[in-house]
């Protein structure tokens, strides 16, 4: 390590000492025998924490699922909460996250040059893999923002559907713009607007610490606010969740159609028998939905079309496109007090032809990417509208694994898990 | 005749089964192949996920100070004691245009008080940094550079920074100076 150190400061010392700024004073000749102190800087076992990091990561991961699936029980689930909230959220300050993690990847897919560390990839790819597997286990209480959320959570005031559908389309658009921005490299918005970030860190964006605070009083009243309507990594683990190999069942003995469950469910992932009344012949609905499938093309096209011509517009926050803003103004008419942006960029040498060029790739980048992105979210509408216009009959409560966050607190409501009987008798 | 009609009794199941089954299928192969394109990535590159500042490049700005997500910022004041001058009359110490020549607030370029001087032989002084101190202005890193050898220089505490996914002072840094590097150069030291 010493070595690594030397030779860097010997190359950094060759490559620098005919830099105007240094050696401007000769270096002392002392006489007393002065000895130049040992600077030596704290430098923590990261790679053991990262290590720690994914190991609990899967351990609790598959801990959830053992008593998700095998055992039904909630309590090891709020366990794993407090764990989850004390170490992912107030000791390693909630970064890196899974849910952060999805922009990384993105970036790692369209940009070669950027090199992403395994360590974050496994966050991403392990809770996908688990919610294959299991369900989503990683949101029942993994996910410190999902912890700490379940944690709070002590009623259950419904939300009218309607409400539910139109803010459940929100983690969808979230994640769409949250992936242009970061394969574009303009910034990673799911971590500039990180609702808790500031209460796991006691300290950060004032708007956001308050905004933080008003999820979580509103998580009192009804299930998760911030995994339902904000989280896009939510909305990403539900494809794998609705697939999932093994599903979690709420009573492994038959469904007596009681109702308990459904309402003791916080996220409105228990679904109640529904007889549906509208009588359509089998051929009748077949035709509508295949109409309904011809009518998607246009949504997405029309949505791409828009975001496309919106493109220079979104690819104004990018750092390139500011800078260029300003430098243009300063060229126009020329301010003696100049910004440090523009500062820097006059040290720099001030080449105004690297710039352009940089601009106009970022520009390309925003139409490119803008237009699927644009047909993404098309997608996500439509699908959204011919989900809600299917109806299907159901005999007894069932669960829509999709929605479903694995947080245990039907096992106890269903009067068919006697777990009295259990307890007592030892079977 | 009867045959097909039990077929089309029963496959509303069926078909639901096996578009699950699909949806399973892809499910995992996306997750496989997701796996697989990044593993190449991985060996091609050395990981980099440690914040660091590139002195060369910082302009000494004081977003420093200001946009760590830290309410104290993890980037400090380093100083280089192989590259410093000893000056007595300190560009990174003194304020310039001071009238009086001693350590009175009002002359003193840190706002914090956190560079100790010593004195160490006629004419030396030795310069240190009290990082519990230092909150990152660069202030004297500024006054340093602009009128001596810039051995103080800004970088960023490894044992504070809480490797942000995005570094948000790298987010507005006009210079872009601040950069991730591998854990084998955890520190980008100057002299």
Redesign the interface.
Known sequence: MKRIYTILVTLFLAATSGAQNLNRFPKPDFESGYQYPDTHYALPNEQLWLFIDIFLLVALMSFVAWAILKKQRRIPIIWVSVISVAYFGFFRSGCVCSIGSIQNVALAFADSSYVIPVSVFLFFILPIAFAFLFGRVFCAGVCPFGALQELVNIRNYRLSKSVTAVLGVIPWLYLIFALLYAVTRTSFIICLYDPFIGIFRLGGDFGLIVFGSLLLLASIFTGRPFCRFLCPYSALLSLFSEVSIWKIQITKKDCINCDLCHNACPVDAIKNPYENKVKEERMQGVKRLLMYFLFLPLIVGTSAYVLRQFSPELSKSHKDLKLYEMVMEQERNPQSLISIELEAFYIDGGNIETLEEKVGAVKQDFKFFGTIAGALIGLVLGLTLINLSLKRSRKTYEIEHGDCVACGRCFSYCPQNDFLNLKYTGK | MEMKKETTHKSPIERRKFV?ML??A???ST?LA??G??FT??R???????WQIDP??C?H???CETDC???VSAVKC??????C???DLCGGYYRSNVKDLNTAAENLMCPTGAIQRKF??DP?F?Y?IDEDLCNGCAKCVKGC??????SLYL?I???LC?????C?IA?VC??NAITRVP?????K???
């Open positions: 699950k949806g399973s892809v499910a995992g997750i997701t796996t394109v990044l990535k991985f091609t590159g050395e990981e980099t996920h440690y060369q490049k302009t700005c004081g977003k997500v830290l309410t380093f100083h280089a004691n192989k590259i001058g000893y000056c160490v032989e030396y030795e240190k550079t602009s009128f001596g050898n810039g970088q505490k490894r044992d809480v490797d942000c996914n995005e948000q987010k006009p210079s854990l084998a150069q955890a520190y030291l100057k002299g």
